[in-house]
């Protein structure tokens, strides 16, 4: 089984033009009736740091959950931003975003390694004493855009750290698009062995076109759970890099349609999102099949 998180958060959170709020609602209540897995419908952070959405909370009163089976997530930087997501009933997970770079640490979220651990254990905390479930994703798991070398060794050991906290649900992000197919095979391939009853997902920003090899090659060794968006926009506007987009959902469909792979996702709700897709964002999707 293919489990899709489906991200219109990260979409949004880069585009210029501010999306009136009404907009934002009614394109995730188009989103939440096709029944991805888990839906990122927003984040608790800084106003300054992402102004597309600060309307996050707003959003999230006036949605509409008696149309859907999807879990929902919110992106959190912080306690603050945590203790608000998990007051809200219907947010089922927390996402966090850290990493085993340095220097990303610095740029997105002010802290260091030592500090990125110490949130990661107190954000643990608040989900567990609220019921929620934590996500951790670890951004620039597949190299970075600060001449910092890559090694698996210091990735892996960077996430026995994490799994050390308690946390069994990690996402690896190639956050600014530069993973090869090989080096996702070996990261998951590695990971699974080390830790066989985490779960492992991946988040895969794309360049030019290119992602089938590296989907594959998560696929193959394992990976059940899968970020995408549907119109493809987004990227981390704090890595001080061009945003580079994200993987677009159809493209996950495609690949589960080619190789008979099941997933939970509507695909006759998919097709009446298109129309909003490209009025709100600009963007499209299109099934190959």
Not at 12 to 23: C, E, K, N, R, V
Not at 65 to 77: D, E, G, P, Y
Not at 104 to 114: E, P, V
Request: proline share 5%; aromatic share 8%; net charge negative.
């Amino acid at each position: 089984m293919m489990h899709i998180i489906e991200s219109p958060r990260d979409a949004m959170q880069g585009y210029g033009p501010f999306i009136p709020t009404a907009d934002k609602v009614r394109y995730l209540n188009a989103i939440l009736k096709a029944n991805f897995d888990i839906v990122d419908i927003g984040s608790l952070v800084s106003p300054k740091a992402i102004p597309q959405l600060r309307d996050s909370k707003e959003v999230y009163h006036q949605l509409d959950f008696q149309n859907t089976k999807s879990k929902l997530m919110m992106i959190v930087a912080n306690e603050r931003g945590a203790k608000e997501a998990a007051a809200l009933e219907k947010i089922d997970y927390l996402g966090l975003p850290l990493s085993t770079s340095a220097e990303f640490l610095k740029r997105n979220i002010n802290t260091d390694i030592s500090g990125s651990l110490k949130r990661a254990d107190a954000i643990k905390d608040i989900c567990d004493r609220s019921g929620k479930k934590l996500i951790l994703y670890i951004s620039m798991a597949f190299g970075n855009p600060y001449n910092e070398p890559w090694r698996l060794e210091e990735l892996l050991t960077g996430t026995q750290k994490f799994i050390d906290l308690g946390i069994d649900f990690i996402n690896f992000s190639d956050t600014v698009g530069l993973s090869e197919a090989n080096q996702v095979s070996d990261v998951f391939a590695q990971s699974r062995k080390i830790w066989p009853d985490i779960n492992f997902g991946f988040h895969l920003h794309i360049r030019q076109g290119k992602w089938k090899p590296q989907i594959d090659a998560a696929w193959q060794e394992g990976c059940r759970w899968f970020d995408g968006v549907l119109s493809g926009l987004g990227g981390c506007p704090m890595t001080g890099t061009e945003l580079v987009g994200n993987l677009p959902t159809h493209h996950l469909l495609d690949y589960a349609h080619a190789h008979q792979i099941p997933h939970h996702t509507n695909l006759d709700a998919l097709k009446e999102i298109g129309p909003l897709n490209r009025e709100i964002l600009g963007g499209t999707h299109t099934l190959n099949f």
